[in-house]
């Protein structure tokens, strides 16, 4: 792979309950394990900003195929959500729901596109075969 651009982001402190911050300084969060989850609450954590991640690099990808269909997307989103949980083999997994809400488009035509911005997205890519993703039309 050619490389476009590399993001460096360091974790510190103690993991889950610990602080991560961007190379450039725009990210600069504390992490916490979510109450939820046993853990204090209070702060981000990594399944937040995988889905915020997600959801901005799916939209992205949704614009780029509309626009080469000429589709008109305005008022269009997507949200992520990003479930932690245990693996039948042991250790943990992901899962991720899309929902993508296009309200100017038929829902056929939305379906055709969500599919293809699916095929092209890095994220949706880089979790393929790995990661269960749920694709929502809404």
Known sequence: MDALYTAIATASGDGRNGHTESEDGLLNVDVRIPKEMGGPGGATNPEQLFAAGYAACFHSA????????????????????????????GGFG????????????????????????????????AISGNVEVDLNVV
């Open 94 to 125: 992901l899962a991720v729901e899309l929902d993508v809400h296009i309200p100017n488009l038929d829902r056929a035509t939305a379906e055709t596109l969500v599919q293809q911005a699916h095929g092209v997205c890095p994220y949706s890519n």
């Open 62 to 89: 949704l614009k780029l195929v509309g626009q080469s269909a000429s589709a008109d997307l305005e008022g269009s989103q997507v949200s992520a959500s990003v479930s932690l949980g245990t693996l039948p083999t």
